[in-house]
């Protein structure tokens, strides 16, 4: 609850718009990421919930208003029950996994595009006898 509560405060700062399928499936996934925050036993299995709330969190247009994302977040939380939830907190955090994924490839070409290129070795020669 308490990433929600700091979900919604964040959201007053936004200004009026609609909310697309897409911050539908965000809030879902806001949703189903609070409830496993607040429910996870292990450490790191809360780390990685509230990490997914934040994130996104972060996937919600600035034109929703609170009044827009309250709405919005209690009409998801409708949607889920104990059976459907593992299986979206699964999806959303496989799509951040994937965000991961690409970051680390686009990282790894733009470290291998930097490193200097080595010169190739030159064959040593033996002069011709009787030199």
Do not use: H, W
Not at 24 to 30: G, R, T, V
Not at 99 to 110: C, D, N, P
């Amino acid at each position: 609850m308490k990433a929600l509560k700091i979900a919604l405060a964040a959201s007053m700062l936004a200004s009026g718009g609609a909310a697309t399928a897409q911050t539908a499936s965000d809030l879902q996934c806001i949703v189903v990421s609070n409830a496993f925050a607040g429910a996870a036993k292990e450490d790191n299995a809360q780390k990685i919930a509230e990490a997914s709330v934040y994130f996104y969190l972060g996937r919600i247009g600035n034109t929703m208003t609170s009044a827009q994302l309250k709405t919005q977040l209690e009409a998801q939380a409708k949607t889920l029950n104990q059976q459907t939830a593992p299986g979206i907190m699964n999806k959303c955090t496989a799509a951040i996994q994937a965000k991961v994924v690409m970051l680390q490839s686009i990282a790894a070409s733009a470290k291998a595009a930097a490193a200097p290129a080595k010169p190739a070795a030159t064959p040593k020669t033996t002069p011709p006898p009787g030199r």
